[in-house]
């Protein structure tokens, strides 16, 4: 049989310095993480987030780690509380620290210790604009993003506004880890396309980690 030339092969792509998709790398641990998402979004339930100008996000989010990213009309920030429940939220689980620090060691950036992880759903349609990750105190620590279920097309913006973004691929068990020159890219999620994934149903999940407090 002829190989299926659009395959997802496992590749890594190096997006600019700084910057790099380690193609599948979570994938041999997908259903360990769905499970623990699965415990965190009992206690801690996807909602949908409005933005400082009124809008409703389409992405439904979460957290887990020491502090959550929120927005609502005052703005966007880091809550140690969750506001729909008034708790913390929950402790972010071991196998994502340990995941979330080999992404970020492959791609160059040792001992990143995560204290945030924002937990996105994305049902066909969501999307997501270009944005940069600013609200963290920290600038030195990468980011590293984690992707299960449906595929979604990653913008890869510059480090301005208006750069033209390139659309990468993004499927099940993929990480981008961006950093250093890299850190504060534009980056976004174009409406992710119908469809149903074994693993995650009708829905991409993706974790962004942080580490939001220097230390
Ligand atoms: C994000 O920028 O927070 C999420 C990116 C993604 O869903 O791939
Ligand atoms: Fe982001």
Not at 22 to 31: M, N, S, V
Not at 179 to 202: C, Q
Request: aromatic share 8%; proline share 8%; glycine share 10%.
């Amino acid at each position: 049989m002829l190989p299926d030339l659009f395959d997802d092969a496992p590749r890594d792509l190096m997006l600019e310095p700084g910057a790099v998709v380690l193609g599948g790398f979570a994938a041999g641990h997908d259903a360990a993480l769905m499970d623990a998402i699965g415990v965190i979004l009992d206690a801690a339930p996807l909602r949908h987030l409005v933005t400082p100008g009124g809008w409703r996000m389409s992405v439904a989010m979460s957290n887990c780690g020491r502090v959550g990213w929120v927005s609502d009309r005052r703005g966007y920030r880091y809550d140690p509380v969750d506001p729909e429940s008034s708790r913390a939220w929950p402790a972010m689980p071991g196998l994502f620290k340990t995941i979330a620090a080999r992404a970020a060691e492959a791609a160059g950036f040792p001992a990143f210790v995560p204290d945030a992880c924002l937990i996105n759903r994305y049902e066909p349609g969501a999307r997501l604009s270009l944005h940069q990750d600013r609200d963290e105190e920290d600038r030195e620590a990468p980011i590293v993003s984690i992707s299960l279920g449906l595929p979604a097309t990653f913008l890869w913006g510059g480090q301005k506004r208006g750069d033209r973004p390139r659309r990468i691929r993004l499927t099940h068990g993929d990480a981008v880890v961006w950093g250093g020159p890299a850190r504060f890219a534009f980056h976004g999620v174009d409406p992710v396309a119908d469809g149903i994934h074994s693993l995650t149903g009708r829905a991409r999940f993706n974790l962004t980690f942080r580490k939001v407090f220097r230390s």
